[in-house]
């Protein structure tokens, strides 16, 4: 996990993303983000306005996708952290994949999907730079009151 607090510690945007099991996001991607609690523990304002978003992938088209992207979300929301989806007509809360059930490559070949990506990439970068010219040199940082 040190490595994965180290890279939440530097980052001002991050892009988590998880296959969907049984209609929401992995064990694997609960656990990363339930240890986290360690990190804010240790410092409460440490995710503070970094900016989030959010990719799934399933077997389904509607296969908990939306659900995975919400509770990545929530986790975002809970630790101050900024969360953004793609925008309306494709990438509503984020990016989202029908692998088919074929894995990568079926990922790679969701047409939807990799434009649901691109909207969000292009939205969290779009918003990276907002924050930026607003917030000075670095993203985030809240201070205790």
Known sequence: MKEVYSGFEWADAVLIGTPVYQGTLSGQAKVVLDRMRAFVASNPHGLSGKIGAAVADGGDRIGGQELAIRAIADFYLINEMVPVGGGAFG????????SQDKGAEGVKSDKEGLK???KT?????EVWVMMNEIGG????GRKER
């Open 91 to 98: 990438a509503n809360l984020g990016a989202s994949f029908w």
């Open 116 to 118: 649901s990506l691109y």
């Open 121 to 125: 990439l292009d939205r969290l970068a």
């Open 137 to 140: 040199e670095r993203v985030g």
